[in-house]
């Protein structure tokens, strides 16, 4: 076919929409009143479900309630795609156009790369979406807040709370990379301290398994009482689902998810997740003021219920505002260190974690919960699906500082 | 002999079988890569968002009018092979006359598409679709509890391979078919409609691979994902069985089902890269895969 | 192959007056390529002009494959990741200064596709194609797997050094013309080794391999040296990202990142001299600006891939050249 006057057409799109895509320096002189947040998460991958959308409208929540107390406040999103060269340019641009501070942020590679743009250009990174808890350890930054949850917290509750409980004898199944890895680390250690035994674990490559039937009958075969999962995402949800069709879960053994969000257990159906064990540390149906906030976020998240990671945008953009409202928008706009600092110094309130502290460290503080997941008899509705087990409290919940490493903490 | 290199019997026999299982599935698949190959000379790069696409039409099916597994073996591979049908109509059929390169920039930028409207339209999470109840439990073996469901997965998969296998090989319309791929003009010369064979051929390659993904819906998370995970293995088995033979990517799907099953057991670190060894050792000593024609 | 040719052009290669072997057309879009390269961070933000000329480098190293030579590669993730790699760890771990450590992970590359592409020489077509996508497979579950990688986290806090010793890259500007520097010269390089008797072999074989046997050539090893070639320039374009951005992970070995410079070429026009450097500005630039969009990207992605089989074979520079009736 011939195509000439076509693909001069479609040239001239696409180089218009290239010329429209490029980073033009921007001679807009800040505004000196306004403070603007990042939020820069996964909107298109694996990940979406569990902050993406969901998060930046509870961002967007946290301004609405916090009003207007003298500043505007902007916030804008990026989809970093999980690929740490696309979030480091958007942190980068970001950062160097007038963005004050840098939210949520999954996956460990770009978490750990935007915290070091931050303290190179001295700005402000709140972290709410990865997992490594190396961001409050050896790669910690004066600049950082390590938000939300971090595998040694999800290890302590889910391994110690759970032998507790009585699931004494382990058999891991890891996804064969680090998280994976540090997951069944932390874990296995949190078992034995608590008096249990791991009986075995099986390692897969990651991310190319979807049958687990192989390493479920090994499990199986070990006889252990909890088989543990230091996998995520739709690993996990493999994971479970052939665990139900061999039966595992009817002969009592039980499953103990070691990272696992709410929209996990919505995809999986309360039929196949029944019994699971995991740790979240925020429910929306937990108490009141949980109820309250969840309710208020419904006309934004409509069907779905925020889940911790999405939840932890809310509370850490409503905390981050305090702190600019208490030291003063032209002072917080010279040195991220000194917002970091502030956030650090104000106690944290909110509906959804109630009150906790932020530690010098930068990790945040709050109360871990070991739930397990209803049967379909017992649950009321869509995403009525936890029941408590176990709190484990914020004081306990985390890694000690003087275990982890951090340049800034001389213990 | 109670333990084969340090391995328990039972164990190591369970593992065969599941091994066996996870064959089925990936010579079904390849099976409709095969025969796409193999008659078109196009690589679908889709088969992956085909095969994702079965899985989730029977999950529509189900969710939106009520139709249970059953009725969706049949009517998702219908849906989803007359999609296939529409595309080979508007788009592959412009591909024949090129290098393969093209073929396989054009379905792999559909397989995108595909994957990325579903994503934007159910999240990336999954939708949850139980095993049917006439096929759930599991039968108990001594050496291991076996599903039901999966005894299913081999004995329908074996069936349809073998039947897919007899329809090119014994009977007029699989001669015609073959005889197509040699010399079209002549074919079409004695009266036979050519370019709707092709057609036809596409979309019924395209309904194996949403065969598959029926079956695969109860046991893997129903997620945008899932095709993308599977479709470079299945790639490994077809030009290890030879690009151009259907028996080579049946026999291949099964035998690499077993040997994955055994790394799983012995080495289980590698099982993903297993293949890969293999397609290279394989591709070294025997160019055109184990029962190709070059 | 069967098929036509997918780089045969519409204007005969006749003897044409040349300056240092480009044509007067070519010469005059180098000369605006210069022009761009100076002018540009002064209007763009020049962490993405980085980026750009980094992939455009890449994309340029793959084009001397697929462009000149006729061979698909579906692995050429492994030797830019890999490259990255290496100079990350140079730069961080050993604090080697960024040219030496650029040239050690160009090196290693190089190596690599040493003996990747002695390896895949031996067959053609789809199975070429197959075993470096194979091969590449197995360098990503290396990289997984190998504790100097840094697993899923990646190299993190890669210093970007100064260059000779003395010359610091922090500053932004600095490093743009450093950037820019490498990818001129790595440019040229390719310019010289396709327009020399060595291309005029590559294209030969391109054309017609058997005849070129027939007259005597070892094809295999010009083959085979047009590989490594590739491959170390991909390990240069990866090298100088990872001391752009400071970090290598595993996305620059992931087989979407071997897929994403097949596009890239496609776009631009394969077998162009100025393809692959448009190819990769547009989709670099696409990308920066879905991502502020969401959630279309794979979408959008999915319909220039078709849109560019369909009705843009030659690319945005094989079109232009084609409506000017020139050689780009």
């Given at each position: 076919?011939?195509?000439?006057?076509?693909?001069?057409?479609?040239?001239?799109?696409?180089?218009?929409?290239?010329?429209?895509?490029?980073?033009?320096?921007?001679?807009?002189?800040?505004?000196?009143?306004?403070?603007?947040?990042?939020?820069?998460?996964?909107?298109?991958?694996?990940?979406?479900?569990?902050?993406?959308?969901?998060?930046?409208?509870?961002?967007?929540?946290?301004?609405?309630?916090?009003?207007?107390?003298?500043?505007?406040?902007?916030?804008?999103?990026?989809?970093?795609?999980?690929?740490?060269?696309?979030?480091?340019?958007?942190?980068?641009?970001?950062?160097?156009?007038?963005?004050?501070?840098?939210?949520?942020?999954?996956?460990?590679?770009?978490?750990?790369?935007?915290?070091?743009?931050?303290?190179?250009?001295?700005?402000?990174?709140?972290?709410?979406?990865?997992?490594?808890?190396?961001?409050?350890?050896?790669?910690?930054?004066?600049?950082?807040?390590?938000?939300?949850?971090?595998?040694?917290?999800?290890?302590?509750?889910?391994?110690?709370?759970?032998?507790?409980?009585?699931?004494?004898?382990?058999?891991?199944?890891?996804?064969?990379?680090?998280?994976?890895?540090?997951?069944?680390?932390?874990?296995?250690?949190?078992?034995?301290?608590?008096?249990?035994?791991?009986?075995?674990?099986?390692?897969?490559?990651?991310?190319?398994?979807?049958?687990?039937?192989?390493?479920?009958?090994?499990?199986?075969?070990?006889?252990?009482?909890?088989?543990?999962?230091?996998?995520?995402?739709?690993?996990?949800?493999?994971?479970?689902?052939?665990?139900?069709?061999?039966?595992?879960?009817?002969?009592?053994?039980?499953?103990?998810?070691?990272?696992?969000?709410?929209?996990?257990?919505?995809?999986?159906?309360?039929?196949?997740?029944?019994?699971?064990?995991?740790?979240?540390?925020?429910?929306?149906?937990?108490?009141?003021?949980?109820?309250?906030?969840?309710?208020?976020?419904?006309?934004?998240l409509r069907d779905v219920r925020p889940n911790m990671a999405s939840i932890a945008n809310y509370s850490a953009t409503l905390h981050y505002l305090k702190a600019i409202a208490d030291m003063g928008v032209a002072a917080s706009k010279v040195s991220g260190v000194d917002v970091i600092n502030r956030m650090k110094g104000i106690p944290c309130d909110d509906d959804a974690f109630g009150a906790g502290t932020i530690r010098a460290d930068g990790r945040k503080l709050c109360p871990s919960y070991l739930f397990e997941v209803k049967a379909p008899s017992e649950s009321r509705g869509a995403f009525d699906?936890?029941?408590?087990?176990?709190?484990?409290?914020?004081?306990?919940?985390?890694?000690?500082?003087?275990?982890?490493?951090?340049?800034?903490?001389?213990? | 002999?109670?333990?084969?290199?340090?391995?328990?019997?039972?164990?190591?026999?369970?593992?065969?079988?599941?091994?066996?299982?996870?064959?089925?599935?990936?010579?079904?698949?390849?099976?409709?890569?095969?025969?796409?190959?193999?008659?078109?000379?196009?690589?679908?790069?889709?088969?992956?968002?085909?095969?994702?696409?079965?899985?989730?039409?029977?999950?529509?099916?189900?969710?939106?009018?009520?139709?249970?597994?059953?009725?969706?073996?049949?009517?998702?591979?219908?849906?989803?092979?007359?999609?296939?049908?529409?595309?080979?109509?508007?788009?592959?059929?412009?591909?024949?006359?090129?290098?393969?390169?093209?073929?396989?920039?054009?379905?792999?930028?559909?397989?995108?598409?595909?994957?990325?409207?579903?994503?934007?339209?159910?999240?990336?999470?999954?939708?949850?679709?139980?095993?049917?109840?006439?096929?759930?439990?599991?039968?108990?073996?001594?050496?291991?509890?076996?599903?039901?469901?999966?005894?299913?997965?081999?004995?329908?998969?074996?069936?349809?391979?073998?039947?897919?296998?007899?329809?090119?090989?014994?009977?007029?319309?699989?001669?015609?078919?073959?005889?197509?791929?040699?010399?079209?003009?002549?074919?079409?010369?004695?009266?036979?409609?050519?370019?709707?064979?092709?057609?036809?051929?596409?979309?019924?390659?395209?309904?194996?691979?949403?065969?598959?993904?029926?079956?695969?819906?109860?046991?893997?998370?129903?997620?945008?994902?899932?095709?993308?995970?599977?479709?470079?293995?299945?790639?490994?088995?077809?030009?290890?069985?030879?690009?151009?033979?259907?028996?080579?990517?049946?026999?291949?799907?099964?035998?690499?089902?077993?040997?994955?099953?055994?790394?799983?057991?012995?080495?289980?670190?590698?099982?993903?890269?297993?293949?890969?060894?293999?397609?290279?050792?394989?591709?070294?000593?025997?160019?055109?895969?184990?029962?190709?024609?070059? | 192959?069967?098929?036509?040719?997918?780089?045969?052009?519409?204007?005969?290669?006749?003897?044409?007056?040349?300056?240092?072997?480009?044509?007067?057309?070519?010469?005059?879009?180098?000369?605006?390529?210069?022009?761009?390269?100076?002018?540009?961070?002064?209007?763009?933000?020049?962490?993405?002009?980085?980026?750009?000329?980094?992939?455009?480098?890449?994309?340029?190293?793959?084009?001397?494959?697929?462009?000149?030579?006729?061979?698909?590669?579906?692995?050429?993730?492994?030797?830019?990741?890999?490259?990255?790699?290496?100079?990350?760890?140079?730069?961080?771990?050993?604090?080697?200064?960024?040219?030496?450590?650029?040239?050690?992970?160009?090196?290693?590359?190089?190596?690599?596709?040493?003996?990747?592409?002695?390896?895949?020489?031996?067959?053609?077509?789809?199975?070429?194609?197959?075993?470096?996508?194979?091969?590449?497979?197995?360098?990503?579950?290396?990289?997984?797997?190998?504790?100097?990688?840094?697993?899923?986290?990646?190299?993190?806090?890669?210093?970007?050094?100064?260059?000779?010793?003395?010359?610091?890259?922090?500053?932004?500007?600095?490093?743009?013309?450093?950037?820019?520097?490498?990818?001129?010269?790595?440019?040229?390089?390719?310019?010289?080794?396709?327009?020399?008797?060595?291309?005029?072999?590559?294209?030969?074989?391109?054309?017609?391999?058997?005849?070129?046997?027939?007259?005597?050539?070892?094809?295999?090893?010009?083959?085979?040296?047009?590989?490594?070639?590739?491959?170390?320039?991909?390990?240069?374009?990866?090298?100088?990202?990872?001391?752009?951005?400071?970090?290598?992970?595993?996305?620059?070995?992931?087989?979407?990142?071997?897929?994403?410079?097949?596009?890239?070429?496609?776009?631009?026009?394969?077998?162009?001299?100025?393809?692959?450097?448009?190819?990769?500005?547009?989709?670099?630039?696409?990308?920066?600006?879905?991502?502020?969009?969401?959630?279309?990207?794979?979408?959008?992605?999915?319909?220039?891939?078709?849109?560019?089989?369909?009705?843009?074979?030659?690319?945005?520079?094989?079109?232009?050249?084609?409506?000017?009736?020139?050689?780009?």
């Amino acid at each position: 076919m011939t195509t000439t006057r076509r693909s001069v057409l479609g040239g001239a799109a696409a180089g218009g929409a290239a010329l429209g895509g490029l980073p033009w320096r921007s001679a807009r002189a800040q505004a000196a009143n306004t403070i603007r947040i990042g939020v820069l998460n996964d909107m298109s991958g694996p990940y979406r479900d569990i902050s993406g959308p969901y998060g930046l409208e509870c961002a967007r929540q946290a301004v609405q309630e916090f009003g207007n107390r003298g500043f505007n406040v902007e916030i804008i999103n990026a989809d970093h795609q999980n690929r740490p060269d696309i979030g480091v340019n958007i942190a980068r641009q970001w950062y160097d156009q007038g963005v004050d501070m840098v939210l949520d942020v999954p996956t460990s590679s770009v978490g750990l790369a935007v915290a070091n743009i931050a303290r190179e250009k001295n700005k402000a990174y709140v972290n709410t979406g990865s997992a490594t808890s190396d961001l409050t350890g050896p790669a910690c930054t004066p600049n950082t807040v390590h938000w939300m949850y971090d595998t040694y917290m999800l290890a302590k509750s889910t391994g110690g709370a759970m032998v507790r409980a009585g699931g004494d004898s382990w058999f891991f199944i890891t996804a064969d990379y680090a998280f994976g890895h540090a997951l069944e680390r932390d874990t296995a250690n949190f078992v034995r301290n608590a008096g249990g035994r791991v009986m075995g674990q099986v390692r897969y490559p990651f991310p190319a398994t979807t049958d687990f039937s192989s390493f479920l009958v090994q499990a199986q075969a070990s006889r252990a009482k909890v088989i543990g999962m230091a996998n995520a995402g739709a690993d996990t949800i493999n994971t479970v689902k052939q665990a139900a069709e061999f039966g595992i879960t009817r002969r009592g053994v039980k499953l103990a998810a070691l990272l696992m969000f709410l929209p996990d257990v919505h995809a999986l159906g309360l039929q196949t997740a029944q019994g699971l064990i995991l740790t979240e540390s925020f429910y929306w149906d937990l108490n009141d003021r949980t109820r309250a906030i969840s309710e208020r976020l419904r006309p934004r998240l409509r069907d779905v219920r925020p889940n911790m990671a999405s939840i932890a945008n809310y509370s850490a953009t409503l905390h981050y505002l305090k702190a600019i409202a208490d030291m003063g928008v032209a002072a917080s706009k010279v040195s991220g260190v000194d917002v970091i600092n502030r956030m650090k110094g104000i106690p944290c309130d909110d509906d959804a974690f109630g009150a906790g502290t932020i530690r010098a460290d930068g990790r945040k503080l709050c109360p871990s919960y070991l739930f397990e997941v209803k049967a379909p008899s017992e649950s009321r509705g869509a995403f009525d699906y936890y029941k408590l087990l176990q709190t484990t409290p914020a004081e306990e919940a985390f890694r000690p500082m003087s275990e982890g490493n951090c340049p800034m903490i001389r213990a | 002999m109670d333990e084969i290199f340090g391995i328990p019997t039972p164990l190591l026999f369970g593992q065969l079988l599941l091994g066996l299982i996870n064959g089925a599935f990936y010579a079904m698949l390849s099976l409709g890569l095969a025969v796409i190959f193999g008659l078109l000379n196009i690589i679908n790069f889709t088969h992956g968002a085909q095969f994702m696409m079965g899985a989730f039409v029977a999950w529509m099916l189900l969710n939106y009018l009520g139709i249970g597994y059953w009725w969706a073996l049949i009517l998702s591979p219908l849906l989803v092979g007359l999609t296939g049908v529409i595309l080979e109509r508007t788009m592959i059929c412009q591909l024949y006359k090129m290098d393969h390169l093209y073929g396989m920039l054009l379905t792999f930028g559909l397989s995108l598409i595909i994957e990325g409207i579903f994503r934007n339209q159910y999240g990336s999470s999954g939708m949850p679709y139980r095993i049917p109840p006439e096929l759930s439990g599991a039968w108990d073996l001594g050496f291991m509890f076996m599903p039901v469901y999966r005894g299913w997965v081999v004995v329908f998969a074996l069936f349809a391979c073998i039947t897919t296998w007899l329809v090119i090989e014994k009977t007029r319309l699989g001669a015609y078919l073959r005889a197509a791929t040699e010399n079209a003009p002549l074919v079409q010369a004695f009266g036979v409609n050519v370019p709707r064979m092709i057609t036809l051929t596409y979309g019924a390659g395209v309904a194996l691979a949403a065969l598959a993904g029926v079956l695969a819906a109860p046991i893997y998370s129903v997620n945008p994902q899932m095709g993308t995970n599977l479709i470079i293995v299945v790639f490994a088995v077809v030009v290890i069985g030879g690009m151009g033979s259907i028996l080579g990517s049946v026999l291949t799907g099964f035998g690499l089902g077993i040997v994955e099953g055994l790394t799983k057991v012995f080495y289980p670190e590698a099982s993903a890269t297993v293949i890969f060894i293999i397609m290279v050792i394989v591709l070294l000593a025997r160019p055109a895969g184990l029962f190709g024609r070059a | 192959m069967a098929g036509q040719s997918m780089t045969s052009s519409a204007v005969p290669a006749g003897p044409q007056e040349s300056i240092f072997g480009f044509t007067k057309a070519q010469f005059i879009a180098l000369c605006l390529m210069f022009v761009a390269l100076v002018v540009a961070p002064f209007f763009l933000y020049p962490v993405f002009l980085m980026k750009l000329l980094c992939f455009a480098l890449f994309a340029c190293a793959f084009n001397l494959l697929i462009g000149y030579v006729g061979l698909t590669s579906f692995g050429h993730a492994a030797y830019f990741g890999m490259g990255g790699y290496i100079t990350a760890h140079s730069a961080k771990v050993w604090g080697l200064t960024p040219e030496i450590s650029i040239l050690i992970g160009a090196l290693l590359a190089g190596v690599q596709g040493a003996i990747f592409g002695w390896v895949a020489i031996r067959r053609q077509g789809i199975y070429f194609a197959m075993i470096t996508l194979a091969l590449a497979q197995m360098i990503y579950f290396l990289c997984l797997q190998a504790p100097f990688t840094g697993g899923e986290d990646g190299i993190q806090a890669v210093p970007r050094g100064h260059l000779f010793g003395f010359i610091s890259l922090a500053p932004d500007m600095n490093m743009y013309w450093f950037v820019a520097a490498v990818f001129v010269i790595c440019f040229l390089l390719i310019h010289r080794i396709v327009h020399s008797p060595f291309g005029q072999v590559l294209k030969a074989i391109r054309e017609n391999e058997p005849r070129t046997t027939s007259l005597g050539y070892r094809t295999d090893d010009y083959k085979l040296v047009a590989f490594i070639l590739s491959a170390t320039i991909a390990g240069v374009a990866g090298g100088t990202k990872s001391l752009v951005f400071g970090i290598a992970t595993l996305t620059d070995v992931h087989w979407s990142m071997s897929g994403e410079v097949l596009l890239m070429t496609l776009v631009g026009g394969l077998g162009t001299v100025f393809g692959p450097m448009i190819g990769a500005a547009v989709i670099v630039a696409m990308q920066n600006y879905l991502a502020e969009m969401g959630a279309w990207v794979t979408v959008i992605q999915g319909v220039i891939f078709i849109a560019c089989v369909l009705a843009f074979r030659r690319g945005i520079v094989g079109e232009i050249g084609n409506l000017l009736r020139v050689r780009l």
